[in-house]
C-alpha cells in the first residue's frame, strides 16, 4: 500500500485529491499536517477521521513515515521549506502551484529534487483534451487566455504552454496593445501569445492550436471539468511515485516561465532564462494567504 501524506488543507485541493486516492486500488491517505492558517483545527480533526490518517504537528518527522508527500498549502512560500525534508529522503513529492515567488526558490525546488521526482504545479494541462493536444509539430502557433488576472492563476496558463511546447522557454515579451498579454517563444521554435485577463464568467481557460489542423479546447469552470483534470493529474502522481515518470524539469522550467511572465508584465520588458529580470522578482505568498478564502 502506498502511503501518502498531505502538508495543508488550506484549499479545496486535498479533500478533492483524497476522494480521489480513496477509489485508487494501492494508495492510502496516511498522515495529514496543517498550519492552522485558513482551516480550523475541528476541520483538521474531521478530516483525518474521514481518511484515518494520522495527524502530525511536525510537518518533518512525517517524511519517515510515508512513501509520497503532497504539499497543498495555499501559501506559496511555504512551499520549499515543507517539501525539502521529504526530496532529501528520497520522498517523491508533489507542489500545488505555485512552486514559490522568487528564482532562489525555484532553483531550491530543483537542487533537492536531486533526490527524488518532484510533481505538481497546475492541474490544467492534464485536462484530457489539452493533454491529447501533439507535442510536437512544424510551422506551428499557439493560443491560450485564462481568467482572474493575477500571478495564483497566471501560472495555470504558464503550465499549460510549457506542457504542450514539451521544450524550454526562450523568451517572453510583453503585448501591452492585446490586454495583459505576452508572447512566449520555446526552443523548439514554437510562438505562443497567451493572454490573462480573459472574462470571469463561468471561469474559462481555452487554448488555440494551429499547426498541421486547428484544434480549439475550451475548459469550463465546472465541476465535470475540475474532476477530468484532477483524476489525470492524480494518477500522473501516482505514476511519479512508482517512479515511472518524473516531471521534475518540466516543473521547474514552467515555474521559472511564470516568473519571467511576472517580470515581463510588470517591468515591461522582453526576458529571457538568464535575464537579471528574473532576479528581481519578489512574488508575496503571505499577502496572498490574507485573502485568501477556498471554494469549500
Known amino acids: 500500500m502506498l502511503t501518502i501524506g498531505i502538508l495543508g488543507l488550506d484549499t479545496s485541493h486535498p479533500?478533492?485529491?483524497?476522494?480521489?486516492?480513496?477509489?485508487?486500488?494501492?494508495a492510502t491517505v496516511s498522515a495529514v499536517w496543517d498550519g492552522g492558517d485558513v482551516r480550523s483545527d475541528e476541520y483538521v480533526t474531521e478530516f483525518c477521521e474521514t481518511y484515518e490518517a494520522t495527524r502530525y504537528d511536525n510537518p518533518a518527522m512525517m517524511a519517515e513515515s510515508v512513501d509520497v508527500a503532497m504539499v497543498l498549502t495555499a501559501n506559496w512560500e511555504t512551499h520549499l521549506p515543507l517539501a525539502r525534508p521529504f526530496l532529501d529522503a528520497g520522498v517523491p513529492t508533489?507542489?500545488?502551484?505555485?512552486?514559490?515567488?522568487?528564482?532562489?526558490?525555484?532553483?531550491?525546488?530543483?537542487?533537492?529534487?536531486?533526490?527524488?521526482?518532484?510533481?505538481?504545479?497546475?492541474?490544467?494541462?492534464f485536462h484530457p483534451e489539452i493533454a491529447a493536444l501533439p507535442r510536437s509539430a512544424s510551422e506551428r502557433t499557439l493560443f491560450a487566455a485564462g481568467y482572474?488576472?493575477?500571478?495564483?492563476y497566471r501560472v495555470h496558463l504558464a503550465d499549460t504552454v510549457r506542457r504542450i511546447a514539451n521544450a524550454d522557454w526562450s523568451?517572453?515579451?510583453?503585448?501591452?496593445d492585446l490586454g495583459t498579454s505576452v508572447r512566449v517563444t520555446f526552443d523548439d521554435g514554437l510562438n505562443t501569445v497567451v493572454r490573462f485577463d480573459g472574462p470571469h464568467k463561468d471561469g474559462t481557460f481555452g487554448v488555440l492550436d494551429v499547426a498541421d489542423q486547428t484544434r480549439a479546447v475550451e475548459i469550463p469552470g465546472t465541476e465535470a471539468a475540475l474532476k477530468k483534470m484532477y483524476?489525470?493529474?492524480i494518477d500522473a502522481f501516482l505514476d511519479t511515485a512508482h517512479r515511472e515518470r518524473d516531471d521534475t524539469d518540466t516543473l521547474v522550467d514552467a515555474s521559472r516561465l511564470a516568473l519571467a511572465i511576472e517580470a515581463a508584465l510588470k517591468q515591461n520588458t522582453t526576458v529571457t532564462p538568464d535575464s537579471n529580470s528574473l532576479d528581481e522578482v519578489r512574488l508575496n505568498g503571505e499577502a496572498f494567504l490574507d485573502d485568501y478564502s477556498p471554494y469549500y
Open 148 to 152: 482572474n488576472d493575477y500571478y495564483y
Open 15 to 26: 479533500e478533492s485529491f483524497a476522494k480521489i486516492l480513496q477509489r485508487r486500488d494501492g
Open 94 to 125: 508533489l507542489v500545488d502551484k505555485p512552486l514559490g515567488g522568487t528564482l532562489d526558490t525555484i532553483d531550491g525546488f530543483e537542487q533537492a529534487a536531486e533526490n527524488a521526482p518532484l510533481f505538481g504545479g497546475s492541474a490544467v494541462p
Open 171 to 176: 523568451q517572453v515579451e510583453p503585448m501591452t
Open 231 to 233: 483524476e489525470q493529474y
